[in-house]
Nanobody, 125 residues
Framework: QLRFVESGGGLVQPGGSLRLSCEASFYTSDYYDIGWFRHAPGKEREGVSCISASTGSTWYADSVKGRFSISRASAADKVYLQMNNLKTEDTGVYYC??????????????????WGQGTQVTVSS
């Protein structure tokens, strides 16, 4: 089963930066639409950003536009999320998974088994 593993989270101060990585659990030469979601305390999961395999186009939630940037590495199994000028409201567990872009950026489309461990991002002074 092809799954993706998140890494790169951590504790940063407001205004800081982090780069999250999304990597396939095993080698694949195929490209997929990949989406990033986050689950903030007390809030519903929300789509953050995604990148299309077929067109390379990207999508961003309004709350992160101008601050976050998604990109795909040369290898087909790696996607990054560069997060700049982080705010306290960006705090949450970030997940990546195969998802249509942008039509798949709705958390309710997935069931509990679709979510991996995620990576914790904490923005605090």
């Amino acid at each position: 089963q092809l799954r993706f593993v998140e890494s790169g989270g951590g504790l940063v101060q407001p205004g800081g930066s982090l780069r999250l990585s999304c990597e396939a659990s095993f080698y694949t030469s195929d490209y997929y639409d990949i989406g990033w979601f986050r689950h903030a305390p007390g809030k519903e999961r929300e789509g953050v950003s995604c990148i299309s395999a077929s067109t390379g186009s990207t999508w961003y939630a309004d709350s992160v536009k101008g601050r976050f940037s998604i990109s795909r590495a040369s290898a087909a199994d790696k996607v990054y999320l560069q997060m700049n000028n982080l705010k306290t409201e960006d705090t949450g567990v970030y997940y990546c998974l195969r998802s249509g872009c942008p039509e798949g950026m709705t958390a309710s489309l997935f069931d509990s088994s679709d979510w991996g461990q995620g990576t914790q991002v904490t923005v605090s002074s």
